[in-house]
Every structure is written in C-alpha cells, then in structure tokens.
C-alpha cells in the first residue's frame, strides 16, 4: 500500500495570505494525485487531479504543482471559505487502492 | 446537476448486516466508475470500494474483502453497498463518489452528503 503522509497537520494562517501544503508518497506515484476540501459536516470537495489540474469551478487562487512522491497545494490569498480541511490523495496503483494522506487544516491565525 | 443521494445508514448491532444505496443523476451513470469512501468520527477520509461503469469489475480496501460487496443497477442509475459481519471499527460516515473515469478508479469529482452507519450493541 502506497502511503501518503500530509504536512504539517494544522497551518494557521491570515486572511489574503498564501497557504502552502505538503503531501508526501511512500512511492513513486508520478501524478496521479487528487487534492480535496472538507468544511465540517460537509462531503469533501476535489479540488486537484493531475497533480495540477484544477476541477471543474475551482477558483484560480487554488494550485498544484510537483511529481513522484513530493507535491504541495497552494492557496494563493486566503479567503474565508477557504479554512477547511485539505486531503490529499493517491490513484496511482492497480489493482485500484486509493489512499489518503491524514488532512492538513488551515485555520485562521 | 450531478446529484448523489445516498440512502440505507443506521443503528447495527456486531455482525449484522446494513444495504447501503445510492441514487445518481445528472450524467450518464454507466460511463463512470463508483466509489464508496468513509470516514469514521473525526477522522480522515478511507476508500473503501470501487466498481467500473460496466459492473465487470470490481475492487476492495482489505479492510472490508470477503465482507463488503458493491453493486450497481445502471438501468435504474443505483450504487450499492451490502455490509456483511459489521464490526465497531466499520462505523463511520459512508460516501459514495463518482470517478473522473470509467476503469478502475482514480480522483472522484462528485460526492453524496453521506449515510451514517452505527456498529454498536
């Protein structure tokens, strides 16, 4: 099983500041990965395939970048709906057998 | 609009048994993968199953093989869920999600509001 570490587990951070979240595989997963937001109470929400690939109606202040087993999600300036919950997410194995890193939230500072 | 209405959740004593459904609509629901995903009580979010567009296939976390089997009825665009000889640790919120793609399964871009299941005596 590919395991996918996120970093750090909490990030506090100010209104229109940038936001930098790490996600680490255990492997080599090339780019086959999804970031994801979760508000309390709510489904998750993609935010990222490809590695880099923002989903449909995602705001441009959302980016992803990197390859192989480092990768980061960067929010460019925060907004309120934005303190959330982030996964992130491998589909890089067959026999299919996703895995999700532990969640980085970002809270207001 | 994609919609994923879930359905079937609830109180379960050890080893029972619970039908998970999940109604879909807005798009063509065989030409895509589903997924099953949960996530116990404040915890993170752990991929449970996936089954291909056609039904043909289908795939499992170990931590459910040989006791939970997914299913889909495409004419009637309905996800399933059977969990057989539930355990605590099987509580949690249950999603289902529809796949970017058609095989195997990859980034889910769509996502039910979630079923609650409850294992407990």
């Known amino acids: 099983e590919i395991g996918m570490t996120q970093s750090p587990a909490t990030l506090s951070v100010s209104p229109g500041d940038r936001a930098t979240l790490s996600c680490r595989a255990s492997?080599?997963?090339?780019?086959?990965l999804a970031w994801y937001q979760q508000k309390p109470g709510q489904a998750p929400r993609l935010l990222i395939y490809?590695?880099?690939t923002r989903a449909t109606g995602i705001p441009a202040r959302f980016s992803g970048s990197g390859s192989g087993t480092e990768f980061t999600l960067t929010i460019s300036s925060l907004q309120s709906e934005d303190f959330a919950l982030y996964y992130c997410?491998?589909?890089?194995?067959?026999?299919?057998?996703?895995?999700f890193g532990g969640g980085t939230k970002v809270e207001i500072k | 609009e994609v919609q994923l209405l879930e359905s079937g959740g609830g109180l379960v004593q050890p080893g029972g048994s619970l039908r998970l459904s999940c109604a879909a609509s807005?798009?063509?629901?065989?030409?895509?993968?589903m997924s099953w995903v949960r996530q116990a009580p404040g915890k993170g979010l752990e991929w449970v199953s996936v089954?291909?567009?056609?039904?043909?296939?289908?795939y499992y976390a170990d931590s459910v093989k040989g006791r939970f089997t997914i299913s889909r009825d495409n004419p009637k665009n309905t996800l399933h869920l059977q969990m057989n000889s539930l355990r605590a640790e099987d509580t949690a919120v249950y999603y289902c999600?529809?796949?970017?793609?058609?095989?195997?399964?990859?980034?889910?871009?769509?996502w039910g509001q979630g079923s609650l299941v409850t294992v407990s005596s």
């Open positions: 997410q491998q589909y890089n194995t067959w026999p299919p057998a996703l895995t």
């Open positions: 999600a529809k796949d970017r793609g058609k095989v195997g399964a990859t980034s889910l871009d769509y």
């Open positions: 089954i291909s567009g056609s039904g043909g296939s289908t």
């Open positions: 807005g798009f063509t629901f065989s030409s895509y993968a």
């Open positions: 492997q080599s997963i090339s780019s086959n």
């Open positions: 490809g590695a880099s």
